[in-house]
């Protein structure tokens, strides 16, 4: 009888955490480097098998996606998105978690979006990233290019449903945001506000508060240019549920930010610690779906080396017509000078005739 009562305690436990453990390993070849030696972690709940617990992680319309731009659909419909109430999030701390999988920070429904079907309000924000010395964090990808992070701000629809779970099973019940984010220069002061407070929730499911900050500085300045479709969360359950908003301006975060990111959080509540790293799931087929683009000159944007060219193009171009220019002046003036000799050899012929 206590054996039966321990059974059903410990599988409400896993019921109420959301059902199987899962994590992002998948069995490719791992690199550990401090024992350089080439490691198969075959993970039984790496990403790769995510659909044996989950169904609907083997489903058609997944995310993320790899998002070719000569691909896209442009839908000069598409409104702007405008997102309402992100400056300034009330009074209230705002929830900051570690949940073993990411940092999470709660958002009131004072925030939402305009710009979509319906209205979309926000629950809340977190990030994935890489792992220290390896290339990749984000989950999209633009043109096969991953930066170093992404953060998702997901919303749901609250005309129809009551709250996040309940949206979150249904068609267009959710809307998520996603923003890339590359290294830059300076640190990020609104990244921050969250990043700042990494070390007080170190351990899986330890809480802290944070102050509230404008969310809308999380964002990068320009919101015109996006791509549209429908997709899924990108973790265990896989809901096809949402209607994806993925920026094509990308934030910054700085070098130390990053560092913050991937070394501080673990993914455990005991020892032995696991660091939180690697927190993406690859990019899913597209399948049938169509991707829109709110924007036409598709493309990535120029690096430094291109416009670096184009200006050296447009200088060459410029030297060459001012060259030929040059040159043409010139053959004119000697003819007009021949003329003018020649005129004034008849004159003096003439002057000497009279
Ligand atoms: C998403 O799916 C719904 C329902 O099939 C459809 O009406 C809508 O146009 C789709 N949106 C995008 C961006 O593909």
Redesign the pocket.
């Given at each position: 009888m206590l054996l039966l009562t321990l059974l059903l305690g410990a599988a409400a436990t896993l019921a109420a955490e959301g059902g199987q453990h899962w994590t992002y390993e998948d069995p490719v070849l791992t690199i550990r480097s401090h024992t350089s030696c080439f490691c198969r972690k075959a993970s039984p709940h790496g990403q790769d098998h995510w659909p044996a617990s989950y169904p609907e992680c083997g489903g058609n319309a997944q995310s993320p996606i790899d998002i070719q731009t000569d691909g896209v659909t442009f839908d000069p419909e598409l409104p702007a998105l405008q997102p309402q109430g992100y400056d300034q999030p009330g009074p209230e701390p705002l929830d900051l978690h570690n949940n073993g999988h990411t940092v999470q920070l709660s958002l009131p429904p004072t925030l939402y979006l305009e710009g979509l079907p319906q209205k979309f309000v926000a629950a809340q924000l977190h990030l994935h990233w890489g792992q220290k010395g390896s290339p990749g964090g984000s989950e999209h990808q633009i043109n096969s290019e991953a930066t170093a992070a992404e953060l998702h701000i997901v919303h749901y629809d609250s005309d129809s449903y009551d709250n996040l779970n309940e949206a979150a099973q249904r068609?267009?019940g959710l809307a998520v945001l996603g923003i890339l984010i590359e290294v830059g220069e300076t640190k990020n002061p609104a990244y921050e506000h969250i990043i700042s407070h990494l070390h007080e929730i170190r351990q899986k499911n330890q809480r802290t508060s944070v102050a509230p900050f404008s969310v809308r500085e999380l964002l990068p300045p320009e919101l015109g240019r996006f791509f549209?479709?429908?997709g899924s969360l990108t973790t265990p359950p896989c809901h096809q549920s949402v209607?994806w908003t993925v920026f094509s301006r990308r934030a910054q975060i700085s070098t130390g930010q990053l560092a913050e990111l991937q070394e501080t959080l673990f993914s455990t509540e005991e020892e032995p610690s696991e660091l939180l790293v690697h927190n993406y799931r690859a990019p899913q087929p597209l399948n049938q779906?169509?991707v829109?683009a709110s924007f036409i000159e598709v493309g990535p944007s120029r690096t430094t080396a291109e416009m670096l060219g184009l200006g050296m193009g447009i200088l060459l171009g410029c030297l060459c017509l001012l060259l030929a220019a040059y040159f043409i002046a010139r053959k004119i003036r000697k003819k007009r000078l021949g003329n003018r000799k020649s005129v004034a050899f008849t004159s003096g012929r003439v002057a000497a005739e009279a």
């Open positions: 068609p267009q549209r479709y429908n209607l779906r169509v829109f």
